[in-house]
């Protein structure tokens, strides 16, 4: 059984940052997959990875990091837009079974 806790939704200003953090624990951590989804009102959940634009991937507005000593993922967003606006979920997976936290709301105001 793998447990996921979000923290450090709030709320910020058009161009400000932010960074997420997801506590990983549990009796079984090897995970083969962790990673941030979001979901926006009215839209399906997304992985987060695949929303980078090209444009954000160079300016490197989304960056995902991983502490295994601590067993935190962490996710740092600059450059916050409107349509960041969203629940930000913690995914993991080991084997075929995914986990997901609770999620954290991210609320970008213009």
């Known amino acids: 059984q793998v447990h996921l806790v979000e923290s450090g939704g709030a709320l910020v200003q058009v161009g400000g940052s932010l960074r997420l953090s997801c506590q990983i624990s549990g009796s079984d951590l090897n995970l083969d997959v962790v990673d941030w989804y979001r979901q926006a009102p009215g839209k399906q959940r997304e992985l987060v990875e695949g929303?980078?634009s090209f444009e954000d991937f160079l300016r490197g507005r989304f960056a995902v990091t991983r502490d295994r000593a601590k067993n935190m993922l962490y996710l740092q967003i600059y450059n916050l837009k409107p349509e960041d606006t969203a629940v930000y979920y913690c995914?993991?997976?080991?084997?075929?079974?995914?986990?997901w936290g609770q999620g954290t709301q991210v609320t970008v105001s213009s």
């Open positions: 929303v980078k």
């Open positions: 995914h993991a997976r080991a084997g075929n079974v995914d986990f």
